[in-house]
């Protein structure tokens, strides 16, 4: 599969979704032409996605709505860094989009903007997977349909880890030895991505932490967290960390072309990886962090979520259930033909036969055994207020505890303001 261009918006980043970006420049990327009208039969319907990266992928969902008859259905592929912007300035205009890809965000649920959909996915909710389940969860009701489970990993080339005499890292601590004996003068040690956003949460849970417990109350502000930053701050002075590549952690280049041993990303990179680089290629978890730490993935993904204020919010949910729900063939296509992804279905994941071996198994295994979710109280405010953690104590050399406290106050304002 082709990598994503280095000028596409980061496909799995979460979105920094926000009022501010209802400006008056970011409506004037909407244009005129909300894409409606045209061919087919019954009410017409507006859907958006981004740019995957993936060649393929845009043909194949305008291929999926050719194939529905009750509703012409038009495909807004937006690329670049446009996606973000344009779907939430169109929301609050009669622009908007009918259906719309996303992740499970509980501020979309409160504000009305996501219709529910509890009753189209309750009839088969025992063949998603549980975790999805509840990541679109809020009140007993359900809000959105995953389309893809995203798991989130380290790939690694076996053949430089042998030749430097480097065990696959089981802990932090051993992440930081190996990025350090794999370093040379043309390659370093491991790539986390250009930000290091990638990996905050994946080190909060590897520190045996959460974001949030199940009373919606704070979880990542611990002693392995706090030991988590120091060290993560040891690796980013260390030299041995690949930082400014050409493209960010979601693209598999740095490790493809040789400029990293080891790099962070998802398992959508495997089959690019696997075409460039054969067997010489091997994967494992987030390193457990501290004595209360075990290994973590983070299960990233994309989601299709109907605006509850559109006037054919009922056309959308429709096709919302023709295709993410009834037809299993395009989902399991959707998942494993451009790009590897877990299919949310169980019935599907189970009998795809390009999981069941190789690297690929591997992969579907760490994503059931240290798989965490997105938790939809998590927000947006929550997401940069950790952020800035990093910034502060891993890229800026702040204090770990003061940056954690800073976070406290802005995570339990949000968490007032949702919950009371």
Not at 77 to 90: C, R
Not at 189 to 204: C, D, E, H, S
Not at 250 to 267: I, V
Not at 345 to 353: D, F, G, L, V, Y
Request: hydrophobic letters at 40%.
């Amino acid at each position: 599969m082709s990598a994503m261009s280095n000028s596409n918006w980061s496909r799995r980043s979460l979105f920094r979704a926000a009022a501010g970006m209802a400006a008056a420049g970011t409506l004037a990327a909407c244009g005129s032409n909300n894409g409606r009208g045209g061919g087919g039969s019954g009410a017409g319907l507006v859907q958006y996605f981004h740019a995957y990266g993936e060649a393929g992928t845009e043909q194949a969902i305008r291929r999926y709505a050719k194939a529905y008859k009750e509703a012409n259905v038009t495909t807004q592929w937006i690329t670049g860094s446009q996606f973000e912007s344009k779907l939430f300035a169109s929301l609050l205009t009669d622009k908007a989009p009918d259906l719309f890809e996303f992740h499970p965000q509980i501020q979309l649920v409160r504000s009305g903007q996501v219709a529910d959909l509890t009753d189209i996915i309750e009839p088969v909710k025992a063949d998603f997977n549980q975790a999805d389940i509840a990541s679109h969860t809020v009140d007993g009701k359900i809000y959105g349909v995953r389309m893809i489970d995203d798991p989130q990993f380290f790939f690694y080339r076996k053949s430089l880890l042998e030749k430097a005499k480097v065990e696959v890292p089981q802990t932090l601590d051993e992440l930081i030895e190996a990025a350090a004996k794999l370093t040379t003068d043309k390659v370093k040690g491991v790539f986390l991505g250009n930000t290091l956003q990638a990996v905050i949460r994946p080190m909060i849970w590897a520190a045996g932490a959460d974001t949030l417990n199940d009373k919606n109350e704070p979880a990542y502000h611990t002693d392995g967290v706090v030991e988590g930053l120091k060290k993560m701050r040891k690796l980013f002075t260390s030299g041995n960390l690949l930082l400014d590549a050409p493209a960010d952690y979601w693209d598999p280049s740095a490790l493809n072309q040789g400029l990293a041993a080891m790099q962070f990303c998802g398992m959508w990179a495997m089959p690019a990886m696997q075409k460039a680089l054969g067997d010489d290629l091997g994967i494992f978890p987030f390193p457990k962090v501290g004595a209360a730490g075990k290994p973590a993935v983070y299960n990233g993904g994309w989601s299709m979520f109907v605006n509850a204020k559109s006037e054919r919010a009922e056309e959308a949910k429709k096709y919302v259930k023709w295709l993410w729900i009834d037809q299993k063939e395009y989902q399991e296509d959707w998942a494993l033909s451009y790009g590897f992804h877990i299919p949310p279905r169980t019935s599907i994941a189970e009998s795809a036969e390009k999981l069941k071996s190789g690297l690929p198994a591997e992969g579907v295994k760490l994503f059931t055994d240290y798989g965490h979710f997105d938790n939809i109280g998590w927000t947006q405010a929550m997401i940069k207020a950790t952020e800035d953690v990093f910034a502060d104590s891993v890229r800026k050399n702040g204090d770990p505890e003061a940056a954690l406290d800073r976070c406290d106050k802005v995570v339990n304002a949000e968490l007032k303001k949702l919950f009371g």
